[in-house]
Nanobody, 123 residues
């Protein structure tokens, strides 16, 4: 059974930084994608960043140059380092995974989701 547990959310001022973590278990050794999505109040869920099954990172345009996704294979933890945060980054952030890959745009819905962690950016 795949389990994803996010942590690291909080409230920071605009321009600040946060690092989100997603502890994973039950993922296969290969052929899966994993990433971060977010949902702001009153809006739909959107892709933030994904690591494809080939290890390639993808980012939505609005976070390029500010966010960095990484996966610690020894600890099985997915990270999202967020810098220069803006009020529009305020959302619940979710970790998700699927196989054989994960779609940043969720045209193909992800199968596995964490419970989410709140990120609030004050101006």
């Amino acid at each position: 059974e795949v389990q994803l547990v996010e942590s690291g959310g909080g409230t920071v001022r605009a321009g600040g930084s946060l690092r989100l973590s997603c502890a994973t278990s039950g993922l296969p050794a290969s052929d899966y994608g994993i990433g971060w999505f977010r949902q702001a109040p009153g809006k739909g869920r959107e892709g933030v960043s994904v690591i494809g099954s080939d290890g390639t990172p993808y980012y939505t345009e609005s976070v390029k140059g500010r966010f960095t996704i990484s996966f610690d294979n020894a600890k099985n933890i997915l990270y999202l380092q967020m810098t220069n945060l803006k009020p529009e980054d305020t959302a619940v952030y979710f970790c998700a995974a699927d196989r054989p890959d994960l779609d940043l745009y969720l045209v193909v819905p992800a199968k596995y989701w964490g419970q989410g962690t709140q990120v609030t950016i004050s101006s």
